[in-house]
């Protein structure tokens, strides 16, 4: 079985500030991790993955996050929000396998304040 | 660019409608999904199919029904609407080549159509 754990339905920051959300998952297995953006009003994005190798992984936008075994954690950081940022942010876990198997998070929504 | 539309952005029954949402995907993608999303729920899968009249349940298949008769379209079928599944209804597909799985494809998502049932 797998979960994850999105902490913080809302957050807010400062344009030019640094994002943080955090993402912590559970997984019998050596987990697949994503990160996905949702503009209001449109459909879900791929912003990064995490499947093997190097446990930073940089995404679009200016995005990246850092999967930390020991921690279980798999955090989302860009050093300076955009006003353009603003939209809800989906953590997800996989086994190995299909997208079928992916669990979501659900979701922190990021206000940027100008 | 790979391209998920679905019929309606917005979408108003009554209880008891029989309701199809539809989905098509124009990059000749094997899988396709149906998820809904709601507020604190994140995304859950209600169903999803492998191969065209192939499908299988997902997390949450109860009040639902889909159909896949041809690669590109994928309908969502609400047998008799209820007023709990006035929700927002995402479709997406992804590659499907055999062994390859989320490490090597990606899933893409249409805009999501957005039910409420009356």
């Known amino acids: 079985a797998q979960s994850v754990t999105q902490l913080g339905s809302h957050v807010s920051v400062s344009e030019g500030a640094l994002v943080l959300l955090r993402c912590n998952y559970s997984s019998s297995v050596p987990p697949y991790l994503f990160w996905y953006v949702q503009y209001p009003n449109q459909g879900l994005q791929l912003l990064l993955k995490y499947t093997t190798g190097a446990t930073l992984v940089k995404g679009i936008n200016g995005f990246e996050a850092e999967f930390k075994k020991s921690e279980t954690s798999f955090h989302l950081t860009k050093p300076s929000a955009h006003m353009s940022d603003a939209a809800e942010y989906f953590c997800?876990?996989?086994?190995?396998?299909?997208?079928?198997?992916?669990?979501f998070g659900t979701g922190t929504k990021l206000q940027v304040i100008p | 660019d790979v391209k998920v539309t679905q019929s309606s952005r917005y979408l108003v029954k009554r209880t008891g409608e029989k309701v199809f949402l539809e989905c098509v995907q124009d990059?000749?993608?094997?899988?396709m999904f149906w998820y809904r999303q709601d507020p604190g729920l994140g995304l859950r899968l209600i169903y999803f199919?492998?191969?065209?009249?192939?499908?299988e349940k997902g997390d949450i298949p109860e009040g639902y029904s889909v159909s896949r008769e041809k690669k590109e379209r994928f309908s969502l079928i609400l047998e008799s609407a209820s007023t709990n599944q006035t929700s927002m209804y995402l479709c997406?597909?992804?590659?499907?080549?055999?062994?390859?799985?989320?490490?090597?494809?990606?899933?893409?998502f249409g805009p999501g159509t957005r039910l409420t049932v009356l």
């Open positions: 997406a597909s992804s590659t499907g080549t055999s062994g390859r799985g989320v490490e090597a494809d990606t899933q893409y």
């Open positions: 990059m000749d993608h094997e899988n």
């Open positions: 997800a876990v996989s086994p190995s396998g299909g997208y079928q198997k992916v669990t």
């Open positions: 199919s492998y191969d065209v009249k192939m499908k």
